[in-house]
Antibody
């Protein structure tokens, strides 16, 4: 059974940093692209970032470019999101998600974690 | 890039069919096959219901179907059941490995 378990969320002041982690199990994570999707309180889903299976290609929504960095450690089956220069508008539940297709980056996610809440406030 | 356009709400009685639309542009919905639909119940993570416009993952009832015409994708739920009440989001590949979501549609089973 595929499982994705996020951690690292919490309360941070504007301008601060957080690193989210997503531990993957139940599948060969090194064979799949992975991504982060966020949902502000009471709002819809917003794609944040995607990384290909090797970690050599990364993609970001414009609003986080230069502030967030996605990475992965396939030896640890773990996905990361380093978030710097955080703003109030980054407040959201952050979900990690697994791409549908082995080996291909489709941006369609067939498994999701339970999410971790990031609150940016003074 | 702007979010895809979905109606904020939809409703139907048990047993009826409901269709939710998702309108984009030729640079996203109209240009690629990677159009998906997600179901999200309150307090839960999204669940993939449809991928590649019309394919169902294993375990998703065949009451759920997807289609696309031009720049508009659609999700149809046939034989509505109380358990189908949820928020539904469409998404589409938008080039350069970017992804767009729709604003979401709250489906109410009357």
């Amino acid at each position: 059974e595929v499982q994705l378990l996020e951690s690292g969320g919490g309360l941070v002041q504007p301008g601060g940093s957080l690193r989210l982690s997503c531990a993957a199990s139940g599948f060969t994570s090194a064979s799949y692209a992975m991504g982060w999707v966020r949902q502000a309180p009471g709002k819809g889903l917003e794609w944040v970032s995607t990384i290909n299976k090797s970690g050599g290609e990364t993609y970001y929504v414009d609003s986080v470019k230069g502030r967030f960095a996605i990475s992965r450690d396939n030896s640890k089956n773990t996905l990361y999101l380093q978030m710097d220069s955080l703003r109030a508008e980054d407040t959201a539940v952050y979900y990690c998600a697994k791409d549908c297709d082995e080996g291909v980056l489709t941006t369609e996610f067939d498994s999701w974690g339970q999410g971790t809440l990031v609150t940016v406030s003074s | 890039q702007s979010a895809l356009t979905q109606p904020p709400s939809a409703s139907g009685s048990p047993g009826q069919s409901v269709t939710i639309s998702c309108t984009g542009t030729s640079s996203d919905v109209g240009g690629y096959k990677f159009v998906s639909w997600y179901q999200q119940r309150p307090g839960r993570a999204p669940k993939l219901m449809i991928f590649e416009v019309s394919k169902r993952p294993s375990g998703v009832p065949d009451r759920f179907s997807g289609s696309k015409s031009g720049n508009t994708a659609s999700l149809t739920v046939s034989g509505l059941q109380a358990e189908d009440e949820a928020d539904y989001y469409c998404s589409s590949y938008a080039g350069n490995s970017n992804l767009l979501f729709g604003g979401g549609t709250r489906l109410t089973v009357l």
